[in-house]
């Protein structure tokens, strides 16, 4: 492959697909200024243009990971606790609050281009991230917002606002979105940046945050990204329904994501449908936090994805929530979990102000291409069977996104990953030694 740069490419001779409605075809894909032009077999090349001889590779488009915590990167090998938590609440305090407590704004920034490498290699080409740092929260957003530039990734960023570290770092919560916002957001950032107002979860804010947060997203006219009913905790320290409460403070808004849902009933999901939410599943997190199945079977259409801060490995979230649905006996059909792949991309096409997910004239692109597994030929028919049963990251070759090749043969082309592993190791024992003081 030539090098890499922003431009028109022919990508020849590749077998194509898109997730729901389900297609899959074979043929060229033309690229002019990221955005496909033409879609067909034989296309003649341009004097303009590169070709790229794929020949018989699969595209797929960009992954959207829909709920993600980039702060968690650098988790693994971080102190355990003492004692096993006993409860999710435990979990937070123990584990994950420890965590986010020990970031400074160098590990907030190194977090965030670890996780972007990390979702870039597993084909997400977008991140909806929820961020904490409570002893770096001034500036946070434009750290992370930088790290995702560099890596190429476009990114829905907010942060995790909570009262539980009183009102001064509540406030500086807000004011992070503040300064993130006077960036380009939306189409005029070029579909690579937008806000969401973040909010933890019920049972860490009080009324009048809540209030503040809804406030916020009303007047930067987009959508809260809050934890919802995750575990039994929502409802039982705030006494109330969780999805009630964000209704009775103005804080169930159109564009919002409403992480987990593992708690909500039929009638809080219908609710969250009617004020244009979208609900956000994790089922890997679901099971390693203990906190219940979700009532999958009765999800919405606007659910989308996630994988709360484990990677960004979305194919891999589908499966383990194939396989458990599957064990859950909840009745549905391969292709009903590719409506969440699309959703994910058509969710972030609302709020980037792109069309992502289409394999068609003027869809973004963000493209995958796979090394093809032999075996039986890909079709529309069996193409959801083949995702959950035939693909996997390591298949995963060449990313582009937006025009721009920011993998290629498994190599990140933004950034040098020796001396990003070098940093990475440093910050992360420095992470480490903190929350071992902090326990
Ligand atoms: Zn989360």
Known sequence: MSETHSGNWLLCDVTYMQWDPPLVGQGDIRIRDGVIVEVGEGLKPASDETVEELRGHWVMPGLVCGHTHLYSALSCGMPM????PISFGDMLDKVWWRLDRALDREAVQISASVGAVSALRVGVTTLIDHHASPNAIDESLLVID?????????????????????????NAGLRAHEQLLSRP???????????LIGAHANFTLSDETLRRCADLARDAGVGLHIHVAEAIDDTILTKENP???????GALRPGSILAHCVHSSADDLQRIVDAGAWIAHQPRSNMNNSVGYAPVHQFPKNTI??????????????????FQGQENKIGW????????????THFASLQLGQNLGQMAVGGAADLVVLDPPPGPPLT?????AAVIFRLSPHQIRHVMIDGVWRLRDQTVTGLSMSSLDEHAQEVSQAVWSRMDALS
């Open 81 to 84: 606790p003492t004692s096993a």
């Open 146 to 170: 930088d790290g995702l530039e560099q890596v190429g990734l476009r990114r829905i960023l907010c942060y995790e606002v909570t009262d539980r570290g009183g009102d001064s770092r509540r």
């Open 185 to 195: 957001v939306g189409k005029n950032s070029g579909g690579k940046r937008a806000v």
């Open 243 to 249: 999805v009630l409460r964000l209704e009775r403070l």
């Open 305 to 322: 994805l996630g994988t709360d801060g484990i990677g960004a490995d979305v194919l891999t979230e589908i499966q383990t929530g194939w």
């Open 333 to 344: 059909g391969p292709q009903r979990w590719l409506q969440m792949l699309q959703q994910g």
């Open 380 to 384: 529309a028919d069996n193409l959801a």
